[in-house]
């Protein structure tokens, strides 16, 4: 197998590995593509190109999260990772880890932590790779790096994202929600969601925000029931998309552009984080961005019209 061969073959774990380490699918893309040209201009083969890939996209993304931590401490409004509609990398024998790792709740709690805490719990909790191959990609001693596990997993546990384990469960409490929210209604949107459910959104700035930060069931429900029919009757539609391993939706304009992403934490049947990404930057990746400032005074027009 050529160099080529061998990189493409493992470029979905790469992806996979810098994408939750940074929560930027543009800055994953970029540390990948920055090991490929690391590894092509190698003069010497390693003996396992996997541990040698994995270590060089590993210390990229340090030192790439490293200098976005200032970026992301000037940001406007709340910060929320760039969505993931499918995980390229699949292992069935951690199907679990996968999936939970690479939910917006866990990313929100990763950065909470370290660059080099970070690093080291994903690829010792989520990748399950041997100390000696994470001493190597983060520049640490073996005993160093338990400690920063240690230190990594203790900041995670009391506050670990616990979803709905039962898939098909979560699908058809989403499917409910996105029905009660096309029709606008409040008191079925009410009862699909927890008493301190919460409603969050992430502009950047660069997008009218459609919901800041609202807490409580009847509060969220009489937001999303006065919101989202209006885009409707100016044919905004969504289709209903896993979201970074979790039910959520795209919606679109007219003219088919990414407006914003919604992803729904799920747990004992209830939603209990509702997520909404517009900033046009972060949902680039998907297709191209609708002008959601037009959408926005498209919508106050259409309310200010006699029925």
Not at 130 to 155: K, M, N, P, W, Y
Not at 186 to 201: E, T
Not at 261 to 272: H, S, W
Request: net charge neutral.
């Amino acid at each position: 197998m050529g160099k080529v061969e061998e990189f493409e073959d493992l470029r979905p774990l790469l992806f996979s590995i810098a994408y939750r380490i940074l929560g930027s699918v543009a800055e994953a893309e970029d540390a990948v593509q920055e090991t490929w040209l690391r590894f092509d201009g190698s003069a010497t083969r390693p003996t396992s190109t996997k541990a040698f890939l994995s270590a060089a996209v590993t210390r990229i993304s340090i030192d790439v999260l490293r200098s976005a931590r200032t970026r992301r401490e000037q940001y406007v409004g709340p910060w929320f990772p760039e969505p993931l509609l499918s995980d390229p990398y699949q292992d069935p024998a951690r199907s679990v880890e996968l999936a939970d790792s690479v939910s917006m709740a866990a990313l929100l709690l990763l950065e909470r932590l370290s660059p080099l805490e970070r690093a080291v719990f994903v690829l010792r909790d989520v990748f399950a790779l041997g100390f000696d191959e994470i001493a190597t990609a983060v520049g640490r001693s073996e005993s160093a790096c338990r400690q920063l596990l240690v230190r990594a997993r203790r900041h995670m546990a009391a506050e670990r994202p616990r979803f709905e384990a039962d898939r098909q469960e979560r699908q058809k409490l989403a499917t409910r929600f996105f029905d009660a929210l096309k029709d606008g209604n409040v008191r079925g949107l009410q009862d699909l969601l927890a008493a301190d459910v919460q409603l969050v959104g992430d502009g950047g700035g660069k997008a009218p925000q459609l919901a800041k930060a609202v807490m409580g069931a009847e509060n969220v429900a009489r937001v999303l029931g006065r919101v989202f029919p209006w885009l409707v009757r100016i044919d905004v539609s969504f289709e209903p998309h896993d979201v970074n391993g979790q039910p959520g939706a795209i919606f679109r304009d007219r003219d088919g552009k990414v407006l914003q992403i919604l992803a729904l934490d799920v747990l004992d049947g209830q939603i209990q984080t509702i997520r909404t990404v517009i900033n046009p930057d972060k949902i680039a990746h998907i297709g191209p961005v609708a002008d959601a400032w037009a959408i926005d005074r498209e919508v106050k027009q259409a309310r200010r019209q006699p029925n």
